[in-house]
């Protein structure tokens, strides 16, 4: 077992990781907690046991279409009856839309009740859990209510993974190329779990510096605009972490038309995502130029006029604003064709 740390002042916590490890989750519970609610979905392989403590486990719908404000009305109802106090504790036990669930759930309720995540999923393990961002869905977009919530910790149990289906596994890959490009570091190189350890540490060490996302934070959004935009236009059949990967490239493409980065840096980012990390780079045939466009626009991370972008250029990877249409639309047709 090994502790990496998210180091954020008193908001501090440890994230635990290791094989064999989730009977040890009490200890990075509140000591004071008398009441847990457990937040999880059906099929969810982890088995909690809390001796001495009143339990409470919420089963939720799976897919993004339950990321829903409802969603967390019914679990904050659900707390409500169960005389959940805010010395108690709310455990995501899932993937990432588990844990953006529970940690929204858990920062509404009684204006910030403590949470710890399991996550059971590669994605969630090295990025959704991590950071203490959560939140829900709107129609209008992704993720455009939540809060900032860090948890008290956060388990990664290894073990879940040897039954992840092989689809969630390449979305986890696919936030993983992301980090390839952020630190240039050979991940694919390491054993899964020492890869792991190291997204992990990565993540920590940008949310330390910017925990609320106002400068270096951004970053760890390259290739998420055209990818939130993909899974809407989808209707989430592109799972976040596939759409992530096409994003990736995406972006390579678009820096590519602002001058930024040569071909050959192009060519890069399509070997690595297709190459070495397996994943798909070409968004599913039949969408709408102008559609993505609208949904780009809509984006949360736009910022006053223009498109804000996380684009690579001479100087690494940066967000870049007030991008003009004719150059993203361009790098879509190419995505598209
Ligand atoms: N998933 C991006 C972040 O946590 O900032």
Not at 35 to 40: G, L, N, Q, S, Y
Not at 204 to 223: K, M, P, T, W
Request: charged letters at 20%; glycine letters at 12%; hydrophobic letters at 45%.
């Amino acid at each position: 077992m090994r502790r990496l740390n998210v180091p954020l002042g008193n908001r501090s916590y440890d994230v635990v990781i290791g094989r064999g490890i989730v009977a040890g989750l009490v200890s990075l519970l509140p000591a004071a907690a008398q009441r847990v609610a457990i937040i999880t979905q059906d099929g969810i392989p982890a088995e909690i046991v809390l001796p001495g403590l009143d339990v409470t486990t919420f089963v939720i719908d799976r897919g993004e279409g339950a990321k829903t404000l409802h969603t967390i009305e019914t679990l904050v109802r659900g707390f409500a009856d169960m005389g959940l106090t805010r010395n108690d504790v709310v455990i995501g036990v899932g993937g990432g839309m588990v844990t953006d669930v529970a940690g929204f759930a858990a920062s509404s309720w009684h204006r910030g009740t403590p949470v710890v995540h399991v996550p059971t999923s590669l994605l969630g393990m090295v990025d959704a859990a991590i950071g203490g961002k959560t939140g829900v869905n709107l129609p209008e977009g992704k993720n455009l209510v939540g809060a900032y919530w860090q948890p008290t910790g956060v388990l990664c149990d290894f073990d879940f993974l040897d039954t992840l289906p092989l689809r969630e596994m390449r979305c986890g890959m696919g936030e993983m190329a992301k980090y390839h490009f952020l630190t240039g570091d050979n991940l694919l190189e390491m054993d899964l779990e020492e890869r792991v350890a190291r997204c992990i540490e990565i993540k920590a060490e940008i949310v330390a510096s910017d925990e609320r996302e106002s400068g270096q934070r951004a970053l760890l959004n390259y290739g998420h605009t055209f990818a939130h935009a993909l899974e809407i236009a989808t209707g989430h059949e592109l799972a976040h972490g596939e759409a992530v990967a096409i994003g990736l490239v995406y972006a390579a493409e678009l820096g590519h038309n602002l001058g930024r980065i040569d071909v050959d840096r192009v060519q890069e980012h399509r070997n690595v995502v297709a190459g070495e990390y397996d994943l798909m780079t070409s968004p599913p045939s039949g969408l709408d130029v102008d559609e993505l466009m609208a949904l780009m626009h809509r984006d949360k991370k736009a910022l006053g006029s223009g498109l804000t972008f996380v684009l690579d250029g001479p100087s690494g990877i940066e967000v870049v604003s007030g991008v003009d249409e004719e150059p993203v639309r361009r790098a879509m047709e190419t995505m598209l064709r």
